[in-house]
């Protein structure tokens, strides 16, 4: 409700901005038509009112793109605070359970399960969360040492396998042998980790993932292709932003807007990039990260 | 035994909200999503006395859904039950129609006493409805210019033929004929009918009012019984020829 109230004053006041604009134009144009004749003292009126304009407009574009943010940044803090209750809320629930209720043994260690489960989650949020707090900083370079890039993946696949229980057919991983890079392992686990939680949690109850690593030229590009929701030519680049998350999509999966980021400054960091590619919505998409051979 | 909705997206909460109501004796059902909540309420093949909500879920969220559910005429006791715990959030929920709202994370014994506290306060309602002396008896039925309402029927009567009238066009109606011949504000209506505090949507009310002029007016353009006090609502005249 305080929502929709922010969106109306802030059109109200652009409305208002194009408004008073061209009003000036108006009275300009006129001006100019009364006294054309007065030659370059005209031109220097017209430089100036035209320096006006776009000042104004800059202006306006500057506070548009503030408030967007600040808009992403709350939704941003709503599913953090979300992300971190949810597993808190639900190990407290199991373990007050335990302490007041007879429970029975094959129950128990379903609760001991779920439980490490909520911890986990709780984990790789906190880590997330963390992890961009050290990107955000800009901070020294990553400790760069020979890393198998194989190794890497194998690791973020198994990882993701245990968290969303999916099978080996489900989650696809094609082994390359080896594939050295120069590179913070954890830093790069963590990357292509998210790259394939992502494509795992935005499959839906039918997980169809693959992931495969090729060599070209002096980079190796690990891909990560699903047959998921896809993504729209315009979001293609934005999702790599911080904290932004595709309209529409994000009351249904929950997340933090922070997973793409990461990887995005983590390719940058080791001197690679990374990219998504889509055939449109519904057509399933391709993210990968390239990152170049170690010498 | 008291039937209990679980609105709940998180797989894990769920269970374990499940597994403690059917601990305390209670039978529960599960959903995941706020829609699902939605129809499973509109059918009522199996009424529920109780529902606990999520305020984040896909699609619709947990204050939309309370208050679609309230606009309904649906007054089942709703617990809120979110991780958004801020006064704004608590508020909302207030106001879309919750009875109670409980932050994540919670107390187990607590959530547990509110929800008894919920069912307590419906049985004593129930047990007090009849205890009470019927004080000014409420009028089964009404006839005015050749139209009968039939209020514990549901149903109105014009000449031969019967118009079946839902329970909240009856109430609204019978709100109006208690008070007939004075104006009645959208406001008051809101709250006394719907019993929401709400100051936005009083334009639902028109909607109701356009539909019960076109069942008791022989023309609905031109209203004689249900006339509209500009600026404030409504006024019922059951005889307008007399005034």
Redesign the interface.
Known sequence: ??FTGRRKSIAFFIAFGVGLISVILVLYIGWILLAWRNGWLLLLGVLLVLMIICGIMLNTIFLVREIRRNEQHDAFI?AV??EL??????I???L??LQ??PVDEA?RADFYR?ML??SDRLLSTIEQVLRTGRLGAGSHKPELSRVDLDEVVRTSVERVRNLHRVTLEGLYYEPVGSAQVMGDPDELIAAITNLVENAVKYSGPDVHVMVHTERTGDSFTVRVVDRGPGISKEELKRVFRRFYRVPGIA????GTGLGLFIVRSVAKRHGGRAWAESEGPGRGSTFAIELPVAK | MSRILVVEDEAHLAEGLRFNLEAEGYQVELVETGELALDLLRTGDAPFDLLILDVMLPGKDGFAVMSELRHRGQFIPTLMLTARGHADDVLNGFEAGADDYLPKPFELPILIARIRGLLRRREWLAASIPATPPAPEPRETFTFDGKSLHFDRLELHVGEEVFPLTLMEANVLRYLIERAGKPVSRKAMLEEVWGLHEDTDTRAIDNFIVRLRRYIESDPTKPRHLLTVRGVGYRFVSNPGAA
């Open positions: 409700m305080e709503n605070t979300h209750k949810t597993p808190v809320a639900s407290r629930l199991y007050q359970t007041t209720r129950k779920i489960d909520d009351s249904r999966i929950k």
